[in-house]
């Protein structure tokens, strides 16, 4: 089929390069000329790995293009695909802006009968009133369709051809069909439900991961005060089927595109809709608290930062992306700045022309770099590189060996053995996990 993608973030890419990757023909488009340029000649905008090789790959078979045009874009387009970003602000609220400007652009160039699909994040009721406007405004019948995305940043390729289900939302049995043959070559099972339950899906799945983090990062807390280890309680917990053991590791909290803006929105809609979610209010109070608690734990050993160089490892909010929206680095940095700490960051991906980073950060290109003459480290993504750390490197190169790790990437007894003085996250406890065999 000709598809058409309207964005090129991750959802957008990620998405439009594996429609072409299982044979059909896909131009992508956006209305930032310099970064259509740069896809052109194969430079993604987007650290995830894999999909440069991807990209230039289906370029050269000529599955796949790139416009600043969306007369151009979706002049052949059998289905257009919308995938801008629909950021949330602090009050909960869903910013539509982008998305209802893109809608309307694929409006008014739609010449023949069209499928139009919600990749984006939106509000339930969504579908409906995008129904309405093409009814209005496009010359030719558009059916609308919400297929909603489950992709993780840095592992986004692998969840789209190997994802657990695809879900269609639609109330017209032709466009469920025409998604299914689309999707089809993913040999994927697909859910097909209602289009308000499409986009509550979303929504619920993402909350639902949110408070399962919240809740063992908790359950870490109580284990620091009673002197159990998170480790051995979370392996012990994961191996009940009905629990399983993903999103079970504690640490300092979620953070990303999606958690953060997701479990917002739902208490927006909850709230729209005259309703309390005092489990879901929790669950956002909850990681507030934990993306400062290694901040909370440095002041209690050092008591005071000010002056001291503090090496941060980590910035981006998890590993395999360059992605610090919501990463709880910039707010245990920030914090740390306030309060006059001179502050040396490092991450193998995110650079020091990030323009989310504070001006005072310095970020350096080495791990060494970071740890040369700090008073304290703190651990806050666990890169491979920074996991491969041995507890000599800190007491060699450290001016006092003082790590906090809100990860639990280290061995403390190995810690403890070359008298570096080592905090983690829940592992109150002296025994190690016990691994089944």
């Known amino acids: 089929m000709n598809i058409s993608i309207v ?197 619920a799945s993402n909350a639902f991961l949110a408070t ?56 927006q809609i909850a709230k729209e809709s005259d309703m309390d979610f005092p489990l879901l209010q929790e669950v956002i109070q909850t990681n507030s608290r934990q993306q400062k608690i290694l901040v909370k734990k440095l002041l209690a050993k050092l008591d005071t930062v000010k002056g001291k160089k503090i090496a941060i490892l980590g910035i981006a909010f998890k590993p395999n992306t360059d992605d610090v929206r919501e990463a709880p680095a910039l707010k245990i940095m920030g914090e740390l700045s306030n309060q006059g700490a001179i502050i040396y960051a490092y991450d193998p991906v995110v650079k020091k022309h990030s323009s989310a980073l504070p001006q005072n950060i310095r970020v350096v290109d080495t791990i060494e770099d970071a740890l040369n003459q700090a008073d304290a480290a703190l651990i806050v993504t666990e890169w491979e590189e920074i996991k491969a750390l041995q507890a000599k490197e800190f007491k060699k190169w450290m001016k006092h060996p003082v790590v906090f790790d809100g990860r639990n990437c280290f061995d403390p007894d190995e810690m403890l053995r070359l008298e570096v003085n080592y905090q983690s996250i829940g592992r109150g406890g002296e025994q190690k996990v016990l691994i089944l065999k």
Request: glycine share 10%; proline share 4%.
């Open 212 to 267: 399962k983090i919240s809740f063992i990062n908790e359950i870490a807390n109580l284990c620091d005060r009673v002197g159990a280890d998170i480790q051995e309680v979370s392996f012990g917990m994961g191996l009940d089927k009905r629990i399983g053991s993903q999103f079970l590791q504690a640490g300092i909290g979620y953070g990303g595109s999606c958690f953060p803006k997701d479990t917002l929105g739902l208490l």
């Open 7 to 203: 964005g090129t973030g991750y959802v957008g890419l990620v998405t439009g390069v594996g429609l072409a990757e299982i044979g059909h023909h896909v131009t992508c488009i956006d209305i930032d000329e310099e970064k259509i340029r740069k896809l052109k000649r194969g430079i993604s905008p987007i650290y995830e790995p894999g999909i440069e090789s991807l990209i230039l790959k289906n370029i050269s078979e000529g599955r796949l293009d790139f416009t600043a045009s969306f007369a151009e874009g979706a002049r052949l387009a059998d289905v257009v695909y919308l995938a801008v970003g629909t950021p949330t602000g602090i009050d909960g609220q869903i910013d539509m802006t982008y998305f209802n400007k893109a809608a309307s652009e694929i409006a008014e160039v739609i010449i023949h009968p069209t499928v139009v699909v919600i990749k984006s994040t939106v509000p339930v009721g969504t579908n409906a009133s995008l129904q309405k406007l093409m009814d209005k405004k496009a010359k030719h019948k558009v059916s609308v369709v919400s297929n909603p995305e489950f992709l993780r940043e840095g592992m986004a390729l692998r969840d789209l051809f190997e994802g657990d289900r695809i879900v269609i939302g639609a109330e017209n049995e032709e466009s469920i069909q025409i998604m299914e043959r689309i999707n089809s070559p993913f040999n994927i099972p697909v859910v097909a439900t209602s289009s308000k339950s499409a986009e509550l899906i979303k929504y």
